[in-house]
């Protein structure tokens, strides 16, 4: 357990230090990012260890994985984020523990998360996941609502009891006009963030970047990056 904490301990210095320089470089203070280590397939022993080590946020992808390591860390000073596709089935669940769904995007999603957090009691934080390689069917590869439907989405958000809207969410896109220019799809997020805030002026929390674009997404504006591999490693037979 000490070489292991060693280790995270280590990894999530680096990335500490790519953040800050990647504030410096935009004229930005560090304060100005967050920090969401996405702990998707490790052990709750790592969440733990994370939190020894001054780690806030955290978020999963899967619901079947991250409800029981949510319970098991339930005694934790921890903000769980949801980021992965989330079905309707799921949101019971997810609401038990999630305290901001960062893959907010079609209208059954709101209603289903709405009834749940009114259910239990809790205000559950959202963020309308943006699909910028979103075609024809108007939802991207990984999830996600075109541009076009992010107005209607955050309205239908904001007015749903037990539902708080946050901000807006993407990942990088490997298709479309934005695929391979991250700087750019970053942007483009920040110009729609632009847009939200002028009729949700609360809903300021932008979700960009991941461990191999961290950079573009502080230069972009980014308020939370979700850092995964580069604070964790790669697990033995997932790439």
């Known amino acids: 357990m000490t070489d292991r904490k060693d280790e995270l301990a280590a990894n999530l210095a680096k990335v500490e230090e790519r953040i800050a320089a990647a504030c410096a470089t935009a004229g930005r203070g560090r304060d100005e990012v967050t920090l969401i280590v996405v702990t998707k397939t490790y052990p709750a022993s790592d969440v733990r260890i994370l939190s020894g080590l001054g780690v806030r946020h955290v978020a999963e992808n899967k619901d079947q994985d991250a409800a029981p390591k949510a319970a098991e860390c339930s005694d934790l000073p921890l903000s769980w984020h949801f980021v992965g596709q989330l079905q309707t089935n799921k949101a019971r669940s997810v609401v038990g523990y999630a305290d901001v769904v960062q893959s907010v995007d079609r ?133």
């Open 107 to 239: 209208a059954r999603l709101v209603t289903s998360l709405s009834k749940e957090a009114l259910r239990a009691g809790r205000e559950v934080g959202c963020l309308i996941q943006v699909a910028l390689d979103a075609g024809v069917s108007g939802r991207g590869e990984r999830g996600g609502v075109a541009p076009g439907g992010v107005a209607e989405l955050a309205d239908l958000v904001a007015g749903s009891p037990g539902l708080r809207l946050d901000g807006l969410m993407t990942v990088a896109p490997l298709t479309g006009e934005f695929a391979g220019r991250q700087r750019a799809a970053f942007g483009r997020l920040m110009d729609l963030s632009t847009d939200l805030r002028r009729a949700h002026p609360a809903a300021n929390m932008v979700s960009a970047g991941m461990s191999a674009d961290l950079e573009e997404a502080v230069a972009a504006g980014a308020t939370h990056v979700r850092v995964g591999t580069a604070v964790l490693g790669v697990r033995p037979g997932l790439g």
